[in-house]
Structure formats: C-alpha cells, structure tokens
C-alpha cells in the first residue's frame, strides 16, 4: 500500500498562471517532506522541503502547504513558466527511516 | 564537481545475466542509495549505505546485491536478471539520511 499517493498522473497550466500539485500521505510518523523534480534523461533534483513544525515554506516561485491533520501537502508554483514542465515527487520520512516518494505528477507548462 | 556519476546509462540484458551498475559520487557523502523507478509507483529504494562497509535492504531488495568499499563508490550487482527488474535505476547521495538527495542521471536497464 502505496504510503505517499500523488492522485494526478498529470497537470495542465498556461504559463503566468498558478500551478497547484497535491500529495497525501497515510503514515502520521513522517515528519519531513521534500518535492523534487525530474526532467526526461536527467535524475530528480531537489526543490523545497518542509518540516512537520512548520505549515508553510517559500523559496522564490514555490511555496509548500502541509496541513498535518488531513495529511496532505502541496506545491504552488507562481507563475508557472514553461521551463516549470517536468515530473513532480513528493516524498516523505521520519528522523533516520527511509525516504518513501509518491508516483509522480506530470506538469505542462503551456506558453 | 561532478556529482553522483552512473554508468552506463543504457543497458540490455538476456533473462539470466548477471551485470554491475556502478555509482560514484565526489561530494563525500557518507548516505548512499539506489532507487528504481517504475511507471506509476515513483521511486522505491532498493538498498542503501550511512557509510563505507555498510550497507541495508531498502524497501525492494530481491535480485540485487550492494557493496560499499570506498566511500565514493556503491555499485548494484544485478545477480540473475528478470524481466521483472526492467526499470530506470538512480544512484543518489547525500550527507546524511536526514539530508536531500542529489540523483545521478540513471541507467535504463531494459531485460528480456
């Protein structure tokens, strides 16, 4: 049973507009939650985190939401340009156990 | 500065070989780490190592076999390839397990 799920396979956006990607999760002792983003041939990169003691991190175009109780995070990307196309991991963990990450959304970027 | 270096970057094998995916990294990192990723299920760590002569099973350890010498490199040793282990394999490192991962560009292994 998949412990981080990223329900959409794939998100659409014009550029300059706001791209929203979610993720859930079902193991309430993660406490530390990364996003990361891939581009095709390349291996992910590491874009923003948060820890469970925080609600909110912002760094440039992206911000991270972590709502604790519904065990659930997103990522905002304002704007969204289209160098922002590419897939999207959250992933989780908790102190010294093993980073768990969810299937990956796909975003495009439209110009 | 290179990186997390993985080679090579494809690869085809018969059902039954056996073959090595090697990894290097030059940034010191103690953490290291080797994922494969399917379509659909995101990444899923496979074995991993907090320092040179140690190393653990992942979440997908079946098939694959680690060893960590050197603190530079981690390669996999695919023992007898399945079509099963048909996948996209990142090598990644870090400073620590706590601490975010940097990603080779990865090894399409393709078995038939």
């Known amino acids: 049973d998949q412990q981080v799920k990223q329900n959409s396979p794939s998100l659409s956006v014009q550029e300059g507009r706001i791209s929203i990607l979610n993720c859930d999760y079902t193991n309430s002792m993660f406490d530390y939650f990364l996003w990361y983003k891939k581009y095709p041939a390349e291996g992910p990169t590491f874009l923003i985190s948060?820890?469970?003691?925080?609600d909110k991190n912002e760094d440039g175009r992206f911000t991270v939401f972590l709502n604790k109780s519904a065990k659930h995070l997103s990522l905002h990307i304002v704007p969204s340009q289209p160098g922002d196309s590419a897939v999207y991991f959250c992933?989780?963990?908790?102190?010294?156990?093993?980073?768990?990450f969810g299937g990956g959304t796909r975003l495009m970027v439209k110009p | 500065n290179a990186g997390v270096t993985q080679t090579p970057k494809f690869q085809v094998l018969k059902t039954g070989q056996s073959m090595t995916l090697q990894c290097a990294q030059d940034?010191?990192?103690?953490?290291m780490s080797w994922y494969r990723q399917d379509p659909g299920m995101g990444l899923r760590l496979i074995h991993y190592?907090?320092?040179?002569?140690?190393?653990d099973q992942g979440e997908v350890p079946n098939g694959y076999n680690v060893s960590r010498s050197t603190t530079e490199d981690f390669p996999l040793r695919l023992l007898s390839a399945a079509p099963s282990q048909t996948s996209v394999y990142f090598c990644?490192?870090?400073?620590?397990?706590?601490?975010?991962?940097?990603f080779g560009n990865g090894t399409r292994l393709t078995v038939t």
């Open positions: 940034m010191n990192h103690e953490y």
């Open positions: 992933a989780a963990h908790s102190a010294g156990n093993m980073l768990t």
């Open positions: 190592s907090v320092g040179a002569g140690i190393t």
């Open positions: 990644a490192s870090s400073y620590d397990r706590n601490s975010p991962l940097h």
């Open positions: 948060i820890s469970s003691i925080k």
